[in-house]
């Protein structure tokens, strides 16, 4: 890796690592979900970076993929994950973490699961490591306290302005022995107390464009280009777009989805409906270091 990838990798880390601990400092019971990810989002671009993704904030049996609309009066509860990312000129820094707002044993068990999978996985991972014996690792750990890895959600690789940019690490053995290479990957442990998959659930508001395309509305046409210039491939959400444009904008979001032109994310569900804490750090991997960028 070149010495200036891994110095914007490191610094957009740092970021990161700042914007988890305020977002611990603000985020309590019953406040609104929208206030979470504004004041989150808030706090990346005070630090200097840009939001890598919008915030996530998924509570009990969510998984993934679930960030408030403008108007959302969800309140925070349950068992909460927090999912962030950074970049900084497209390098890209992705950590979460997950929270017990009901005083819940499970929940911290769950929690404690999570994080100690993400330890492991964290200490096995090398330039010399499969992607089966990090995955075990991360399995075995979370099994080793009464839990479940998901299995259909994963860690991957981080490329620039990509973030899954081909490689992705299993949270389970899955009998790979591709061995990794340097660069950049987000190690991303999922416990649960249900069956360890999750299916689609309804729309999230969260899209990522996805393939050139036109759109014959005059005010549509200025939402796609706003999305090209300021997302280029990373994810976006309506939020972002009603901010900038108002609600005109959502209908314009609309018609841009309609013609193909953008991928909308699902939320993302524990098939069985059991709880789901989250952990994850980004790492960077050379042939002589590894390094917790979300971490320093």
């Known amino acids: ?137 991360i399995e075995e750990e979370i099994k080793s306290r009464g839990f479940t890895s998901i299995r259909n959600l994963s860690g991957h690789s981080l490329g620039k302005f990509e973030l899954h940019s081909g490689i992705t690490i299993p949270n389970f053995d899955n009998s790979s022995d591709l061995e990794l290479d ?24 969260i899209y990522r464009l996805e393939k050139e395309g036109n759109v014959r509305d005059s005010l549509a046409r200025q939402v796609l280009q706003f999305i090209k210039d300021n997302y280029n491939t990373l994810p976006f959400c309506s939020r972002w777009i009603h901010k900038k444009f108002n609600s005109r904008g959502l209908l314009s979001l609309r018609q841009i989805e309609a013609q193909g032109i953008l991928h909308h994310y699902p939320q993302l569900i524990e098939k069985d409906l059991g709880k789901v804490a989250q952990a994850e750090h980004t790492i960077i991997l050379t042939n002589k270091e590894k390094i917790i960028t979300t971490n320093l």
Do not use: W
């Open 182 to 205: 340097e660069g950049a990957y987000a190690i991303e442990p999922f416990a649960t107390n249900g069956s360890g998959v999750v299916r689609d659930g309804k729309p999230s508001g």
């Open 1 to 137: 890796m070149e010495k200036e990838e891994i110095e914007k990798l490191k610094q957009t880390g740092k970021i990161a690592s700042q914007v988890v601990e305020f977002a611990k400092s603000i985020i309590k019971k019953d406040m609104l979900l929208v206030e979470i990810a504004n004041k989150i989002e808030s706090k990346i671009e005070e630090l200097g970076a840009k939001p890598a993704f919008p915030v996530s904030l998924a509570i009990n049996e969510i998984a993934a993929h679930s960030t408030p609309e403008y108007n959302d009066e969800t309140k925070a509860s349950g068992l909460l994950k927090i999912d962030i990312g950074c970049h900084i000129d497209g390098y890209v820094a992705d950590t979460a973490f997950s929270l017990d707002l009901e005083d819940n044993q499970e929940n911290r068990e769950l929690i404690q699961a999570a994080e100690s999978a993400l330890k492991k996985g964290i200490e096995i991972i090398s330039t010399n490591s499969t992607l089966a014996e990090v995955g075990k690792e």
